[in-house]
Nanobody, 123 residues
Framework: QVQLVESGGGVVQAGASLRLSCVAS????????MAWFRQAPGKEREFVAA????????YYLDSLEGRFTISRDHAKTTMYLQMNSLNAEDTAVYYC????????????????WGQGTQVTVSS
């Protein structure tokens, strides 16, 4: 049984930073590819970033690279998303996702999902 729990969302002003966390209840955390997605009201779920099992490689939505950083801590079975210079377009529910076999930008590739954490950026 895989459970993912996100936290760290909130209401911030434009230009601020937030760090999201995703705690994974997975016995073999290091076997799973991990990713962050987001979904704004009325829009489809959008890929944000993904990280390989070892944490050695990461991938980002092109428009976010440089502002967002994904990382993982195997000892804490936790994945993070550091978000800097937030703007109103970053307002969304942020979800973490995990899969044992695939990594990529499609939500359908991930078997396990958290419940999401709301990020609201006021301008």
């Amino acid at each position: 049984q895989v459970q993912l729990v996100e936290s760290g969302g909130g209401v911030v002003q434009a230009g601020a930073s937030l760090r999201l966390s995703c705690v994974a209840s997975i016995r073999t955390f290091s076997d799973y590819y991990m990713a962050w997605f987001r979904q704004a009201p009325g829009k489809e779920r959008e890929f944000v970033a993904a990280i390989t099992t070892s944490g050695g490689s990461s991938y980002y939505l092109d428009s976010l690279e440089g502002r967002f950083t994904i990382s993982r801590d195997h000892a804490k079975t936790t994945m993070y998303l550091q978000m800097n210079s937030l703007n109103a377009e970053d307002t969304a529910v942020y979800y973490c996702a995990a899969d044992k076999n695939r990594i990529g930008p499609s939500p359908s590739w991930y078997d396990y999902w958290g419940q999401g954490t709301q990020v609201t950026v006021s301008s």
